[in-house]
């Protein structure tokens, strides 16, 4: 299979230009990187049957990745669910989320162009 790898990245990235006008200006900058994948079924079969997992710590009811991060912990207590009861956020802490949403999902009924425009 032949495919493009593509790196994107958002207009205030330090990498997609250098003068601040060039970063206004642009939404998006992609590149990518042509490569070669193999099919390996036997290789596919081995990786989704977890016969590559390795016990975390010679515990076998934890079987990672090798390159799992949680390889170079030593106490399993420090990852997974640590209670039942669900968080409650604080009244300020919602403010703050449907604050924080309301900036987030700002594009999707507004037209931020054109109300920069405006503001203009």
Known sequence: FDTEMSILLGPFDKSV??????????????????CKLYRD???AELV???????PWMGDTSLMVDRYDI???????????LKSNIPH???????????????ERYLALGTDITEEELLRE
């Open 88 to 102: 409650r956020l604080t009244d300020q802490e919602e403010e703050l989320e449907r604050l924080l949403d309301e």
């Open 17 to 34: 230009s250098s003068s601040k006008d060039e970063r206004d200006s642009k939404d998006l900058f992609v590149f990518g990187y042509h």
């Open 48 to 54: 989704n049957n977890g016969a590559l997992l390795i």
């Open 41 to 43: 079924d036997e290789k």
């Open 70 to 80: 949680r390889n170079r912990l030593e106490d399993k207590s420090l990852f997974g």
